[in-house]
T-cell receptor, first 112, second 110 residues
Framework: GAVVSQHPSWVICKSGTSVKIECRSL??????MFWYRQFPKQSLMLMAT?????????EQGVEKDKFLINHASLTLSTLTVTSAHPEDSSFYIC????????FGDGTRLSIL | QKEVEQDPGPLSVPEGAIVSLNCTYS??????FMWYRQYSRKGPELLMY????GNKEDGRFTAQVDKSSKYISLFIRDSQPSDSATYLC??????????FGAGTRLTVKP
């Protein structure tokens, strides 16, 4: 099956720090990748759709200046949480679409 | 009304039992149907993928889609403790607009 790699798997940092999360599709080219956020015991919440070579499409209520997405190649999308605060602590998961979507293993972000 | 409804459980069964997981939906345009398994602190793993109506079997797993009733099911035969996880149904009309259920937490007790 398709493989999506996400890095890092866990990051702890101080409030005000910017954190970059990488999502790579290892065995197929993904023109579209997705970024989700998941709170404990809840389902996935789509944050944005990342399109290679163009601007990301953000869901309503997601601050695009807070969550910067770059999809510079067909195998790599990055999510940067800028000036992170404790309320940004969550589980962030990316996926790449090879019909259907295949997910990375997620990044646990803890902001102190 | 949510587009996709899934009972969050939790559901607890003894080892060896047949597990039935279900989702209902309201959008008749949905034509791609998926089941994902998610272990704690991991990303969702694709279990079953079905296009349109019908049944699909893969080992101990069987997925059923009834578009006339807007109802999908996942059956797990001979359930094992390693099947303990959260199961998410997902569906879409086009390739990229996937909608998820809330997920059902399953525990299979030895």
């Amino acid at each position: 099956g398709a493989v999506v790699s996400q890095h890092p798997s866990w990051v702890i940092c101080k409030s005000g720090t910017s954190v970059k999360i990488e999502c790579r599709s290892l065995d197929f080219q993904a023109t579209t990748m997705f970024w989700y956020r998941q709170f404990p015991k809840q389902s996935l919440m789509l944050m944005a759709t990342s399109n290679e070579g163009s601007k990301a499409t953000y869901e309503q209520g997601v601050e695009k200046d807070k969550f910067l997405i770059n999809h510079a190649s067909l195998t790599l999308s990055t999510l940067t949480v800028t000036s992170a605060h404790p309320e940004d602590s969550s589980f962030y998961i990316c996926s790449a679409s090879n019909q259907p979507q295949h997910f990375g293993d997620g990044t646990r972000l803890s902001i102190l | 009304q949510k587009e996709v409804e899934q009972d969050p459980g939790p559901l607890s069964v003894p080892e060896g039992a047949i597990v039935s997981l279900n989702c209902t939906y309201s959008n008749s345009a949905f034509q791609y149907f998926m089941w994902y398994r998610q272990y704690s602190r991991k990303g969702p793993e694709l279990l079953m993928y079905t296009y349109s109506s019908g049944n699909k079997e893969d080992g101990r797993f069987t997925a059923q889609v009834d578009k006339s009733s807007k109802y999908i099911s996942l059956f797990i035969r001979d359930s094992q403790p390693s099947d303990s996880a959260t199961y998410l149904c997902a569906m879409s009309a086009m390739i990229h607009d996937m909608r998820f259920g809330a997920g059902t937490r399953l525990t299979v007790k030895p």
